[in-house]
């Protein structure tokens, strides 16, 4: 389940494919122009904009208001996202976003990837409180969907799954906001 959870979320975070730059038409003169006046081939889009354009990106960003009171930004409520899987699904998918794991040398670790996120203003992203905020969403949330077939079987009704996930969703909002806007509010950062 976690794999195929993976492989889901890695298209997600892939798809749709920037389209290419159209090659600029030939020109009359580009034999004789200096080679500062030549138009250079345009850069790739940078990987966050990938990231932000991708079907995931996309879902992250609407999500982002409801998440911002609880300390996270889009790039966790994707991780929230894929972490209905299963919880540890949570770790392979900021992976993903982050780009971690890729064989190439500059790619580092997680930790050190979540320690140089930024928020647009400044202020870093993960910090000790959004920590806590999300151990504490996650105490509470039922990110299992496993876990909500088996009621549902049990049960034999959507009613009492849909029910847990409900209570269980808010439950784990109203705990994580509690302790993020408690702990700023005490001047915890």
Do not use: N
Not at 37 to 60: I, V
Not at 100 to 121: F, I, N, Q, T, Y
Not at 161 to 181: E, F, K
């Amino acid at each position: 389940m976690i794999v195929a959870a993976s492989v889901v979320l890695w298209v997600l975070l892939t798809l749709p494919r920037p389209a290419p730059e159209a090659p600029a038409p030939p020109s009359t003169t580009t034999a004789a122009a200096p080679a500062t006046l030549r138009s250079a081939p345009t850069a790739p889009p940078a990987e966050s904009d990938r990231l932000r354009q991708s079907y995931a990106g996309r879902l992250g960003r609407f999500i982002e208001p409801v998440l911002a009171p609880l300390g996270f930004d889009w790039k966790i409520g994707i991780g929230l996202i894929g972490s209905l899987a299963a919880r540890e699904v949570f770790v392979a998918t900021m992976g993903l976003v982050y780009g971690v794991g890729h064989p190439d040398a500059e790619s580092g670790s997680l930790r050190a990837a979540l320690r140089r996120e930024h928020r647009p203003d400044g202020s870093l992203v993960f910090t000790p409180l959004t920590g806590l905020s999300l151990i504490v969403f996650f105490m509470f949330a039922m990110q299992c969907l496993s876990t909500l077939a088996v009621v549902r079987q049990e049960s034999g009704s959507w009613r009492w799954a849909l029910l847990m996930m409900g209570y269980l969703t808010a439950l784990a909002y109203l705990g994580a906001l509690l302790v993020y806007q408690g702990g700023r509010w005490i001047g915890f950062q």
